[in-house]
C-alpha cells in the first residue's frame, strides 16, 4: 500500500504594504493599520484609508481580542492540504478595534462554538516563511 503525502498549504500572497502584519504575526504579535487622520482601523492592510482615503496610515499593535461574527465548520473537503485539519473552523472575528479577520477558530470543540463568542489570537507556524493569526476560545486562558 502506497501513501500519497498530501500538498503543502499554500502560503499568504503578501503585498508590499501588507509585510508588517506578517513580520508582527513573525513574533507573535497581531497588527493592525490605523488611520493617523480619522483614526479608523483598517483591516485588511491598504495604501489608504476606506474610510477616509488619507495615506498616513500607521501600524499598531492590536489587542488581539474579538468576538465571533460568524462560523462555518469545513466537514468535507476534496482532496487538498487541509485534509488533515477536518473538521476545521473558518470564522470571522470581529476585532475590538472594529474591524473584521477572516481566520479559523482553534482549540475548540466547533459543538461549542458560538456567535458572539469572545476570542483571542493565537499564532500557529505555517512553514519557515509564516506564522498564522488564529483564534481561539478567551475562556480556555
Ligand atoms: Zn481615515
Known sequence: ??????PAKPEPVVAPWARPFWDAAAKGQLAL?????CSKFIFYPR???PHCASERIAWRTA???GTVYSYTVVENNAPSAFIADMPFVVAVIRLE??????SNIVGCDPD?????MEV????????DNFVLPKFRPASNS
Do not use: I, Y
Not at 483571542?120 to 512553514?127: A, G, I, K, Q, S
Open 1 to 6: 500500500m502506497s501513501t500519497v503525502s498530501p
Open 33 to 37: 493599520q490605523q488611520c493617523e487622520d
Open 47 to 49: 495604501v489608504a484609508c
Open 63 to 65: 489587542s488581539g481580542r
Open 97 to 102: 478595534e472594529g474591524v473584521q479577520m477572516l
Open 112 to 116: 461549542k462554538l458560538r456567535c458572539d
Open 120 to 127: 483571542v489570537v493565537t499564532f500557529e507556524r505555517l512553514n
